[in-house]
């Protein structure tokens, strides 16, 4: 059964004595460093183990692959198997695409894993990091939403990153003005959809105008 982050938290065992006091100083010593830093401290953790990925076959990766979304469908992609998982989106961009994420996309997508925004310079990639965030979302299993400005980058992106999602082991989908019924269901049901926030705001209302009083809150 998936379950969502809140959920996750809340069935996590509250820790004790030591345990609960060493937590407690790494919160705050995280905190203490500025946004942007820890994050790119994160970034060069993951480009280290990448580097162990780079000598492997391409079957030991998918394997590698496949067990860090099990890890993930379970809900328990965090601290160091999230940077290993990380790595391995990073090292499959290179085979698929010949894209090595830099470090500072690595760091935003890092930072976005966490729920933060991450603000991007024009050039820095912003396409590659979402893509890479989408993996490991995907992996989850409840899909992921990709937005974009408008349709045009929607299916650009898509299409573009096709490669690194099949060989992630994900399908994708995008929604443009022409799709319409089930082909606009069906791409709601990819692993990772690329859309619009008007459309993602326009279909969801519509489904709750449709499920009259089956709707949810």
């Given at each position: ?14 820790l ?24 790119l ?29 099990a ?32 470090k ?20 820095e ?10 993996v490991?979302?995907?992996?989850i299993g ?48 990819a ?27």
């Amino acid at each position: 059964m998936n379950l969502s982050y809140v959920e996750r938290l809340q069935q996590r065992p509250l820790l004790k004595g030591f345990d609960a006091f060493a937590n407690k100083v790494r919160g705050y010593v995280d905190n203490l460093l500025p946004r942007r830093q820890y994050y790119l401290q994160k970034a060069t953790k993951v480009l280290k183990i990448s580097n162990q990925f780079s000598e492997s076959s391409d079957d030991t990766l998918n394997s590698e692959i496949n067990k860090y979304r099990a890890i993930a469908a379970r809900g328990q992609l965090s601290g160091k198997e999230l940077l290993t998982a990380t790595a391995i989106v990073c090292e499959a961009s290179l085979r698929s695409m010949k894209m090595k994420p830099y470090k500072v996309q690595i760091a935003a997508a890092l930072s976005l894993q966490d729920g933060c925004i991450a603000e991007m310079a024009t050039g820095e990639g912003k396409s590659l990091t979402a893509a890479i965030a989408a993996v490991l979302t995907g992996w989850i299993g409840r899909g992921c939403h990709v937005m974009t400005s408008n349709h045009y980058l929607a299916g650009r992106d898509a299409k573009e990153f096709t490669p690194l999602f099949t060989y992630c082991n994900l399908s994708v989908d995008a929604i443009s003005e022409e799709t319409e019924g089930d082909s606009r269901r069906q791409a709601y049901r990819a692993d990772i959809t690329y859309c619009t926030n008007k459309d993602v705001a326009a279909d969801f209302l519509r489904d709750q105008i449709s499920m009259g009083s089956k709707q949810t809150s």
